[in-house]
């Protein structure tokens, strides 16, 4: 029999769904926030597994009985979505960003939306932050696992109920160890993965069928909800971007809210009387609406206006509320009361409504295109936002490790090593770093360009982030400076505030070797792509001020007047290129910049070119330089 409805499990959905919308909504209020979809695994695998073992009959009527409870849960609202999100950019976006929307609502339709957004980029790289489907990754994940789940619990029906725990538990521990395993080899898989999120859903799957002995005694119950409450908070609070996840990470999060459904079961708690509370059993009934459309909305609005304050943020919230609200009441309440069609006439339809939902936002695509067409000038400004060249430019994967590598992709030999027949120069940080190393081997023909760079993290002795990049940083702080002795060492990073006094002790660090640091600042950002800002300029007349990022100025200038102060040279890219507007193209039309902030080919030249009139007079000062005697 399936369980009877869970109060607390509402409120457990609230806890849940809030820190993901104000996550998304760009505050620091809640940096884990995104551990909130984890929270949702854990509770989905937990009930929709009750439902599984309660299931009577034949296994082929109770797959249908189950699909068709999850066709009327998931499909109606997100059908819903779809065509708003389709109208919406139809009429917003340019005719071939309107055909990229399509793509990933149909990839989305047939719960693949996990996949395609792996082989594009990673969920905080920032390059899909204007996808309105990207947050549909999760249901897809959802939805693999429930393929072959339900074929696993109807075929050990007959098993004795421990091997049945067993093998759920095998399934899980596996998962979970090839989600820590790739989180530091590649953190894209292990973020959007089925294989390497299973383990969050079967950990639900596992309470359900009583694998893990609940509390005995009240007072283990109240302070095990206690804990769960305080775990999953912690992850909230203090997890952030840098945060390796998932993996081990995810495990705290994730035993949080296992242990509220466990000591929830059949006791009532204090903690789970607060979950119980008539607003949060409201949120947390809304809560898959709300997840569906905050993120579109979100996205929508700052398509228009990117800058967010304050007041802004709370009414994206209140109109997320208000749309979750409307769709609740009238899309899924409606129909998820219906029952007149069987089981089977409900996932027929269901399928069929797939491929025509799917047939139909493909066809506003085309039309959009044949409305809409973009100028042949846009368009050539548009083949810079591309991923072509990128790869060599910045050597990927060889001197520049992304997410996709692991520390022992880093070649030594080829990007910290060179003859001491010229000065070396060593460009080292993340990926603004990276984007310098092109231009710079051009600006400087005289010297040797070495190149230590990963992304997620920052070159400095505190730093926090991703187990590759750290390694890679302590290797070359530690080891490898004293290996190359290069002359000078360029430091640049995506700095923010926080970072300014870290900076110095580091530079002091790299002095004890290295007798000339210069460090280079931010440069400027913009919250869309600059080809894309440009497109639309030359095609809409869109101004592009209102998209620049204004923190990068003041970061520009306390870390500035904080190397000033130390009497450590500062290159400033961000004035460099806007003085006081902005530069936004090399030559006419040739941007700047490929996306919200990294350099294209000829930008990086042009920067190193203006950088390099600070390198050549501060080497040129020194009163012997190693190699050159």
Known sequence: MIKQYRADIDGLRTVAVIPVVIFHLGTSLFSGGFVGVDVFFVISGFLIT?????????????????????????????????????????????????????????????????????????????????????????????????????????????????????????????????????????????????????????????????????????????????????????????????????????????????????????????????????????????????????????????????????????????????????????????????????????????????????????????????????????????????????????????CFLTSQNRLSDYSFKHCMTAPHDKPLVLVMGDSHAAHLYYGLNHALPNMHVLQATASGCKPLIHSRGDARCLALMHQVLTDQLQRARPDLVILSARWLDKDVADVEQTVRLIQRTVPHVIVSGPIVEYDQALPRLLARHIDQNEPIDLHRNQQVALVDQRLAEAMTRANIPYFSPYRSLCTPDCRLWVTPGVPVQFDYGHLTQQGSILIANLMAREIRPELAAAPKMAGMD
Request: charged share 15%; proline share 4%.
């Open 50 to 398: 009750q439902t599984l073992v309660g299931e009577q009959g034949a296994w082929r009527e109770a797959l249908f009985d189950f699909y068709k409870r999850r066709i009327k849960r998931i499909f109606p609202a997100l059908f819903a979505l779809y065509l708003c999100v389709m109208l919406v950019a139809f009429g917003l976006l340019m005719s071939d960003q309107s055909a990229e929307v399509a793509k990933s609502i149909v990839a989305s339709i047939f719960f693949v939306s996990n996949i395609l957004f792996y082989g594009q980029s990673g969920y905080f790289d920032g390059e899909l932050d204007s996808n309105p489907m990207l947050h549909t990754w999760s249901l897809s994940v959802e939805e693999q696992f429930y393929v072959f789940f339900p074929l696993l619990i109807f075929f050990t029906r007959h098993w004795t109920a421990m091997h049945r725990r067993q093998l759920v538990w095998a399934l899980t521990l596996v998962s979970f160890v090839a989600a820590q395993w790739m989180v530091s080899r590649n953190a894209n898989a292990a973020f959007y993965l089925i294989p390497f999120r299973a383990w969050e859903l079967s950990l639900g799957s596992l309470l359900a069928i009583g694998a893990i002995p609940g509390p005995r005694r009240q007072w283990q119950a109240e302070i095990g909800v206690v804990a769960g409450l305080a775990l999953i908070a912690y992850a909230v609070l203090f997890y952030n971007k840098a945060t390796p996840f998932p993996g081990a990470a995810a495990l705290i999060p994730c035993l949080g809210t296992a242990l509220i459904l466990l000591c929830g079961e059949g006791w009532r708690t204090v903690g789970g009387r607060l979950l119980s509370l008539p607003p949060m059993r409201f949120i947390g009934l809304i809560s898959y609406s709300l997840y569906l459309w905050h993120w579109p909305i979100i996205v929508f609005y700052r398509t228009i206006d990117s800058r967010l304050d304050n007041i802004e943020r709370v009414s994206l919230l209140a109109a997320a509320v208000v749309a979750a609200t409307i769709s609740w009441a009238l899309v899924e309440k409606p129909f998820r009361r219906s029952s007149r069609l069987t089981s089977r006439a409900v996932v027929l339809r269901g399928t069929a409504a797939m491929a025509t939902c799917g047939a139909a936002v493909l066809s506003l695509g085309f039309f959009s295109n044949a409305l809409y067409p973009i100028s042949a000038q846009a368009r050539g400004v548009l083949a810079y936002g591309e991923r072509t060249g990128r790869t060599e430019m910045m050597r990927t994967g060889s």
